[in-house]
């Protein structure tokens, strides 16, 4: 079994995020993970994963987060994507056809997490969920990220049970404290980026929230 965290931001590849490559592996060894995949936005790796991995004695992979008009993909196995493939089914197209996998990001966050965050009501039904043809391009969902509500997790482990998709965590962290607060158990070992690729299109993995009953309210990595 390897404990990865798929979805990390880091300062120099995203910005908006304040983690330093010297600070990952040791707050990721912190949070008792195997691993790590730096996930930058974009449509192209940074290529900065390899040195990091020799330089700190730790495994660290690299995907991408892309926007589309469906909300953000995670695609791991490319290095990267045609600036043409910017709606979802073309670039879940490029993707599969060049050996890769695709994730939907935090797929309710707007219509789940925040309402809730704003003590209002949910604006999607499991129903209405169903129905979008986003699930029937991606591989898979990312079910548990670190900002979403608790509600919000159980919604979409519930929708990828219905619909057979495959389910990952991660933190989607952009503070170091948040490295490894939800994350991907993998039944097997996961030592080389086509491994990570592999277990993920055969679904050896499971979605874990990490966090406290406290961490799982929206407004807490804000206070």
């Not at 695709?102 to 997490?113: D, G, K």
């Amino acid at each position: 079994m390897m404990v990865f965290d798929l979805h990390v931001h880091t300062r120099p590849g995203s910005g908006d995020s304040a983690i330093e490559y010297e600070d990952l592996a040791a707050w990721a060894r912190k949070a008792g993970l195997d691993g790590v995949c730096i996930t930058e936005h974009g449509m192209e790796k940074t290529g900065v994963a390899e040195r990091l991995s020799r330089e700190y004695d730790f495994m660290v992979l690299e995907g991408m987060e892309t926007g589309t008009e469906y909300g953000d993909i995670l695609v791991f196995g490319v290095d990267s994507i045609p600036r043409t493939c910017y709606r979802a089914a073309d670039l879940c197209s490029y993707v599969a056809d060049h050996g890769g996998v695709t994730f939907l990001a935090h797929p309710f966050r707007v219509e789940i997490s925040r309402p809730i965050m704003m003590r209002s009501t949910p604006r999607v039904t499991m129903e209405q969920a169903l129905e979008r043809p986003i699930f029937k391009m991606v591989d898979g969902v990312e079910a548990a990220n670190g900002w979403s509500a608790a509600e919000d997790v159980a919604f979409c482990l519930e929708l990828c049970q219905r619909l057979g998709l495959k389910t990952i965590g991660a933190s989607d962290a952009h503070m170091l404290r948040q490295i490894g607060s939800c994350a991907t158990v993998f039944s097997n070992g996961i030592h080389t980026e086509e491994d990570l690729v592999r277990e993920l299109r055969l679904g050896n993995c499971t979605a874990r929230d990490c966090r406290t009953p406290e961490m799982k309210v929206p407004t807490f990595w804000f206070s």
